[in-house]
């Protein structure tokens, strides 16, 4: 199958690797490291070695499929490979290690000197006049930036040995095939003729090749549900790593490894820390249009030179704000990391729907942290950027309903500390209005909004819990033959999904309260952590009906309303 794009073509494994003469197989830089265990290199081996066997009865399948190769031919003419690294990889380390069996046979019986003449041009360059193979010209090739096992890999295939010490995967599991080959020619010698023969020439992959880097990840992210495509980060990291000298080139791979671990304990990536690091950009730029590029085209665009060894400090600077947003870390120098309104501020952003909280956030954090008055500032401006966002999302709870104003917030941060912002709900709106919009809430600003009547509490002096859950007061399920309304279940339910039936509660209380009546489940709350949900367990309250809400409904509008007028 064909097109001017895109071209198919299933092939044997012995097909596949001898088309490496014609063009190499490159792992590209951007290409995470080798990762394959004996998981895999044990699974790979058995369902070879089981359908070797199974090929050879009437009823048993002829074919072997293991799996799609996509690549793109670069400009060194070199076949790219963006999904099947792990697999071509092993496939190779597997070749070289039967090659080396084979080559150390002292009988060389027809089939082994059949066996590794198929061998020799799927793994090293030919001699086109004698027919002979040079070694140090493998049909593979890795040059990932952040995997120190390059190196390796090429002597194995070229020398065929492994230190039997060494933890690199490479190493690891070269050896492990030189095992497994053993321990099966040792019980079923015979077979293993039958075995290299069904790998070479029955064993089926399905090469897909691209005509460019774009199309070759777009088939891979269509294709893939195993693990994770490529990122914009991958590419990010070949572009960079491209542009260094050789001793660059190690520091730069250590740093970005580094970052890419430290990121991850933080629940974030290099990924996302680009992706912030856009907005940053863009502010700088003064970019306030709603029209968002992608990560990838920003950062590659022509003439702009965004991408540099130095961006791997910045983001790990900005990675900061996350150690103390995620984890609660105290930043050494930075007395802001460890002030409880802040803490507070950020702990009710986290929680709200979408990402555009995190742009000012950050970019305020930048920008503004050697400041003298940072502490005092940047508590001011998170409480106005939770009024905005809560405001602007309970009249409008879609994402464009905040883009605009936060773009144009992140550019006026850039300017001064103190930017101009109208937090609040939008002039056009009664107070009627509002309060109804605060008591019936969208379920997804629920969360928020209960943070912030919880932190308004004088008493509440630290964090709430880490897992706390929304305790319905009246709950969700009720016995209908105890109690008797005088309104239908549906309005019943309505009245129950008011901001007013609603509590945070731990969630380990939360479990023993259940559905429970009122006065038991008053006994969880007055074991709370959170003072306004153990306050409200200690109340005078001794019963709590659909009609209570209403009056609840009302103090916490009035509260509401206040904070954010």
Partial sequence: MANNNISVNKQTVIELLKSGKDHRFLIPEYQRPYAW???????LFDDLWEFSIERTTPEGAKTYFLGSIVSYENSNGEKEIIDGQQRITSLFLLLRAVYAKLENEQNKTKEVINFISKIQPALWLENELT??????????????????????LRKILETGEADKDSKDNYSHNFNKFIELYENKAVDNPMHMYQFINALLNYSILLPISADSLDTA????STLNNRGLPLSDADI????????????EKGIFAKKWRDLEEEAADYDESIQSLFNYHMFYLRAQEGDVKTTTPGVR???????????????????????????????GEVLSNEPWSSNKDILKALDILVSYNNEFWKYPTLIF????????????L??????????????????????????????????????????????????????????????????????????????????????????????HIFPQKWNTGFYNFEMSDDEVKAQLEHLGNKLPLEKSLNIKASNGYFDKKKEQYSESKIEATKEFGKSAISDWLPYDIADRDKQISEQLTSLFG
């Fill in 297 to 327: 085209k920003y950062f590659t665009e022509k003439d702009k030179n965004r991408l540099n060894a130095e961006i791997i400090d910045t983001l790990a600077e900005s990675l900061k704000l996350w150690k103390v947003i995620r984890k």
């Fill in 365 to 376: 954090y930048n920008q503004h942290k050697t400041n003298p008055e940072f502490e005092k």
């Fill in 378 to 471: 940047f508590l001011k401006f998170l409480r106005k950027l939770c009024v905005l966002l809560v405001t602007r999302y309970l009249q409008a709870p879609t994402i464009s309903a905040v883009k605009d104003s936060i773009l144009k917030l992140n550019a006026a941060i850039i300017k001064t500390p103190e930017p101009d912002f109208v937090a609040g709900f939008k002039t056009d709106t009664s107070e009627e209005e509002a309060k109804n919009l605060i008591v019936m809430p969208p379920r997804s600003m629920v969360r928020m909004l209960l943070k912030i009547l919880a932190y308004e509490n004088s008493n509440q002096l630290d964090l709430l819990p880490e897992k706390w859950e929304i305790e």
């Fill in 37 to 43: 265990g004996d998981d895999e290199v044990i699974t």
């Fill in 131 to 152: 027919g002979e193979v040079d070694k140090s010209k493998t049909l593979l090739h890795s040059e990932v930036a952040t995997d120190k096992g390059n190196e390796i």
């Fill in 236 to 247: 990010f990291k070949s572009e960079i790593y491209k542009k260094l000298s050789a001793s």
């Fill in 217 to 220: 990840l777009t088939i891979f």
